[in-house]
């Protein structure tokens, strides 16, 4: 996305909506789409366990919609996405990934607190027709992480044709809690992304920022029964650019659990939620005072949201266009039913107790800047593109670090930073929302916005292999908006 064409679009944008600020509890929309009367049952991801996981990635193709069947990818079988991944704190863990593609990729973990040998960026490149097979412990804590392909210019096509899987990891903390954890009945994956096509129904490739048509786990106009009681979604935001503004058709009230790296210490209540791209949050949802056959749809309110949104474009085509832009639609449609055995029925007031790092902890600080974007120019840090053998960032072991990410670009992006969980200590832009006040590994930087984080760099080192930070916008990721550093003893 060149800076001309953000331009461009900010000031049709302007002209037509207003430049307008919706905050993150805004509940009056203004823009709706048309509602389906006809539903797809959602698919649930089946399930791996144990400390071996063996995944194929291979072409497949799945009836999206009316006509030819669409290709696609997927691992293990499925016709798009793959299994979900469940391992435990503690475990050591063989990982088995086969490509039985024709092209090279590469497996992610996104979140994971690993070596870099063994992080599945692009360095850890898998051939057509061979097995990597890293192994490493999981460190993490209890929470929702995910598995990607990572290969450098061929990230925003695999993950288009949608590779990729979510991963639960358990520990003694979060299992001692009363939460929903009944996989597909009570504790639901919902991963939202959208999809435009061509003519032929084949997923369009060609460098594009948005979908036309939502979906929830490779499911278009989805549905799911959920029964009498509270309700636990693990949410992914696996899309290109856009960004959620996710709550209920009747607005109520509901729980964030979780950021990307676990419990939150306390519930955190909201009727809106906000997730940029790569994030993921856990929510709990009473469904208890429900009837039984009553329904109500989860949303994206993303109407009128701030310039730079994502998806807050008033196109409907072209590179930035999309029938899902600065609207609110609907992402699953839910039906109750009856409350299962043994149902949770209340929240638990206190989920951990969490020690962070605060900014006076850092033992370094360093500031990087979004750049480029100007008269075709692709975005990049620091106006350095990409190089596959540059280290841009050199990190002491054991140092506990301070990164100020300034975006100065008339556009949002969502940074990643692999190896670490970090905590938000400030936005430019105003207080840090509670519900992402948790561990996070990724987060939204708005147009014009300045971020802090602080995070300790421990555990691994490594002269040789680096670990990546950059926007998880696939396409501006494969386009050069990526670092590398080195963490040294």
């Given at each position: 996305?060149?800076k001309?064409?953000?331009?461009l679009a ?9 430049c ?12 709706t789409?048309?509602?389906s009367s006809?539903y ?6 089946p ?12 072409k ?17 079988g ?8 469940i ?15 024709s ?5 992610h ?6 070596p870099?040998?063994?992080d ?23 929470g ?13 096509q ?9 991963i ?7 299992s ?6 009944t ?5 639901i994956?919902?991963?939202?992304t959208s ?9 369009t ?35 290109t650019e ?14 964030v ?26 929510i709990?949802?009473?469904l ?25 474009e008033?196109q409907?085509?072209?590179?930035f266009g ?8 609907n992402?699953?449609h ?5 409350a ?9 007031a ?22 480029g974007g100007?008269a ?5 840090f620091?106006?350095?593109t990409?190089?596959f ?6 990190v002491?072991?054991?140092a ?5 990410i ?28 509670n ?13 014009g916005?300045t ?10 080192a490594?002269?040789?292999?680096p670990?990546?930070?950059h926007?998880?916008f ?16």
């Amino acid at each position: 996305m060149t800076k001309v064409a953000l331009f461009l679009a900010s000031l049709i944008f302007i002209v037509t909506y207003g430049c307008s600020k919706t905050d993150d509890i805004t509940v009056t929309p203004s823009t709706t789409t048309t509602t389906s009367s006809t539903y797809n049952e959602l698919w649930i991801p089946p399930t791996i366990t144990g400390k071996t996981f063996d995944l194929t990635l291979a072409k497949s193709s799945k009836q999206l919609r009316t006509g030819a069947k669409t290709a696609t990818y997927g691992y293990n079988g499925a016709e798009f996405w793959g299994p979900t991944l469940i391992m435990n704190k503690g475990d050591f863990v063989q990982m088995n990934v086969t490509n039985n593609l024709s092209e090279t990729t590469t497996t992610h973990w996104h979140g994971f607190h690993i070596p870099a040998i063994m992080d599945g960026g692009p360095h850890q490149m898998i051939e057509p027709n061979t097995t990597w097979k890293p192994s490493f412990e999981i460190k993490n804590n209890a929470g929702t992480y995910w598995y990607h392909p990572h290969l450098h210019e061929k990230t925003f096509q695999q993950l288009t044709y949608g590779a990729g899987g979510l991963i639960i990891i358990k520990d003694p903390v979060e299992s001692a809690l009363a939460l929903p954890r009944t996989y597909g009945t009570d504790d639901i994956p919902l991963v939202l992304t959208s999809r435009r096509y061509n003519s032929d129904n084949s997923f369009t490739v060609t460098e594009h920022a948005y979908g036309d048509y939502a979906m929830a786990n490779g499911t278009h106009d989805a549905q799911i029964s959920l029964p009498k009681q509270f309700v636990r979604f693990r949410i992914l935001n696996a899309e290109t650019e856009r960004g959620y503004n996710l709550g209920f058709s009747d607005n109520r009230n509901f729980y964030v659990i979780t950021n990307d790296g676990g419990l939150l210490d306390a519930p955190v209540e909201v009727t809106r939620v906000k997730l940029a791209v790569g994030e993921r949050v856990e929510i709990l949802v009473d469904l208890s005072k429900d009837a039984v056959g009553a329904s109500l749809d989860m949303k994206a309110y993303n109407a009128n949201q701030e310039f730079g949104f994502g998806g807050s474009e008033p196109q409907t085509t072209g590179q930035f266009g999309s029938l899902l832009n600065n609207k609110d639609f609907n992402v699953l449609h839910i039906k109750v039913k009856a409350a299962t055995a043994n149902a949770i029925t209340t929240v638990p007031a206190k989920l951990t107790t969490n020690t962070y790092w605060k900014e006076s902890d850092a033992t370094n600080t360093r500031t990087i800047k979004i750049t480029g974007g100007q008269a075709g120019s692709a975005f990049t840090f620091d106006n350095n593109t990409y190089g596959f053998t540059t280290i841009n960032q050199n990190v002491k072991l054991n140092a506990v670090e301070k990164w100020t990410i300034v975006n100065n670009n008339i556009f949002g992006h969502s940074f990643h930073i692999h190896d670490i969980q970090f905590k938000i200590v400030s936005r430019s832009s105003g207080p840090i929302a509670n519900y992402e006040s948790g561990w996070k590994d990724t987060f939204y930087i708005r147009t014009g916005e300045t971020v802090s984080v602080v995070a300790k760099y421990d555990d691994f080192a490594s002269s040789t292999n680096p670990f990546m930070y950059h926007c998880h916008f696939p396409n501006h990721e494969d386009a050069g908006l990526m670092g590398q550093f080195l963490v040294t003893q």
